[in-house]
């Protein structure tokens, strides 16, 4: 399950950075940053963490030691 959430909110932000016309915006010349697209970015990497435990194990090739797996 802690694997899911950083593709589906990665997904999700390219859905609605490409959506016409944008869900939520705020008009002037910051507009772009209250769009959905960049929350769903910032909670993918939040959720990110599995993933980087993952990736830093697989390179090494052994679990560090005194952590426990996140799955």
């Known amino acids: 399950m ?3 959430a950083t593709p589906i909110f990665l997904l999700m932000a390219l859905v609605s950075y490409f959506q016409s016309p944008p869900m939520c915006t705020v ?3 910051y507009g772009f ?9 910032i909670m993918g990497v939040v959720h990110a963490s599995p993933w980087f435990w993952f ?7 052994t679990k560090p030691e005194g952590q426990s797996s996140p799955f």
Do not use: C, E, K, Q
């Not at 990736?55 to 090739?61: A, P």
């Open 55 to 61: 990736v830093r194990s697989w390179l090494t090739g």
């Open 2 to 4: 802690s694997f899911a």
């Open 33 to 41: 940053l209250s769009t959905m697209w960049w929350m769903y970015v």
């Open 27 to 29: 008009a002037g010349d």
